[in-house]
T-cell receptor, first 115, second 113 residues
Framework: DTGVSQDPRHKITKRGQNVTFRCDPI?????LYWYRQTLGQGPEFLTY????????KSRLLSDRFSAERPKGSFSTLEIQRTEQGDSAMYLC?????????????FGPGTRLLVL | GENVEQHPSTLSVQEGDSAVIKCTYS??????FPWYKQELGKRPQLIID?????GEKKDQRIAVTLNKTAKHFSLHITETQPEDSAVYFC????????????FGTGTKLQVIP
């Protein structure tokens, strides 16, 4: 499968623990996006990378959240001191800057449950 | 920022009938309007998109219309089939530099065989 992949697919953690998610974009895609989706809602933008540079962060991304894309390929999203309100599906999407029209391809998501 | 409203939240149609989902947006700078289909437990997948220089776009049984003056756009599915059952999300935003879109709250479409 050459699509966007995410790992793990499911994560259950206790409140206060740290969690880290990984996203592997489609190989030639230089743009990478993180979204959060709660039940019954559409995806909400969290942050965007162009190559290894994090160019925008949503106000939804509190200080407990950090994202990296160190070599411009895979990305990680870490949540520190998790809270029950962090329970959601975390989606990653990637796209290619030079494609027109630009299409974001989503990964399968990581479903986080904070107990 | 952009605010996207989507209606209805649920929609049931008989197989073969048409389905229409409507969205409104608030930011007149938005120039890109994609529609995503998300089946239960699966990733959102782009089904069609439209840009602000076009009023209508069609792809087989799916069509999208855009009214920039009224700031609303709609998805039309004709000859619905059971496999069309899913949650559909509209989105609006700016495509340029990078693609930042705001999603609607989704419409759960059920096609009854």
């Amino acid at each position: 499968d050459t699509g966007v992949s995410q790992d793990p697919r499911h994560k259950i953690t206790k409140r206060g623990q740290n969690v880290t998610f990984r996203c592997d974009p489609i190989s030639e895609h230089n743009r990478l996006y993180w979204y959060r989706q709660t039940l019954g809602q559409g995806p909400e933008f969290l942050t965007y990378f162009q190559n290894e540079a994090q160019l925008e962060k949503s106000r939804l991304l509190s200080d407990r959240f950090s994202a990296e894309r160190p070599k411009g390929s895979f990305s990680t999203l870490e949540i520190q001191r998790t809270e029950q309100g962090d329970s959601a599906m975390y989606l990653c999407a990637s796209s290619r800057e030079t494609s027109y029209p630009e299409t974001q391809y989503f990964g399968p998501g990581t479903r986080l449950l904070v107990l | 920022g952009e605010n996207v409203e989507q209606h209805p939240s649920t929609l049931s149609v008989q197989e073969g009938d048409s389905a229409v989902i409507k969205c409104t947006y608030s930011d007149s700078a938005s120039n890109y309007f994609p529609w995503y289909k998300q089946e239960l437990g699966k990733r959102p997948q782009l089904i069609i998109d439209i840009r602000s220089n076009v009023g209508e776009k069609k792809d087989q049984r799916i069509a999208v219309t855009l009214n920039k003056t009224a700031k609303h756009f709609s998805l039309h599915i004709t000859e619905t089939q059971p496999e069309d059952s899913a949650v559909y999300f509209c989105a609006a935003g700016v495509s340029g530099g990078y693609q930042k879109v705001t999603f609607g709250t989704g419409t759960k479409l059920q096609v009854i065989p």
